[in-house]
């Protein structure tokens, strides 16, 4: 069984920075893969980013390419998001999942935090 608990979200001007965290609890952290979706309301839930259990692969949606970085501490079971240049388009709920491998797809991935909420004002 895995747990999932994210933080770090808030409320941040368009330009600026934010990191958000999730942290797990579970025996196969280190070789689960971890992803990052995010869900406006009204809207399906979407990929952000991923990251294998050693960190050697990462895929990330081309939205968020070149301004977010996922990366992992397996040391602290966490894994990060550091997202910057935000835009108020990524204004979302932000949740932490895991998956037996890294993958885009949202059906792959068996364990999923509660969310933490984005804010991104213009």
């Known amino acids: 069984q895995v747990q999932l608990v994210e933080s770090g979200g808030g409320l941040v001007q368009a330009g600026g920075s934010l990191r958000v965290s999730c942290a797990a609890s579970g025996r196969t952290f280190r070789t689960d893969a971890m992803g990052w979706f995010r869900q406006v309301p009204g809207k399906d839930r979407e990929f952000v980013a991923t990251i294998s259990g050693s960190g050697g692969i990462i895929y990330y949606a081309d939205s968020v390419k070149g301004r977010f970085t996922i990366s992992r501490d397996n040391a602290k079971n966490t894994v990060y998001l550091q997202m910057n240049s935000l835009k108020p388009e990524d204004t979302a709920v932000y949740y932490c999942?895991?998956?037996?491998?890294?993958?885009?797809?949202?059906?792959?991935?068996?364990?999923w935090g509660q969310g933490t909420q984005v804010t991104v004002s213009s």
């Open positions: 999942a895991a998956a037996p491998v890294p993958s885009k797809i949202l059906a792959r991935y068996n364990y």
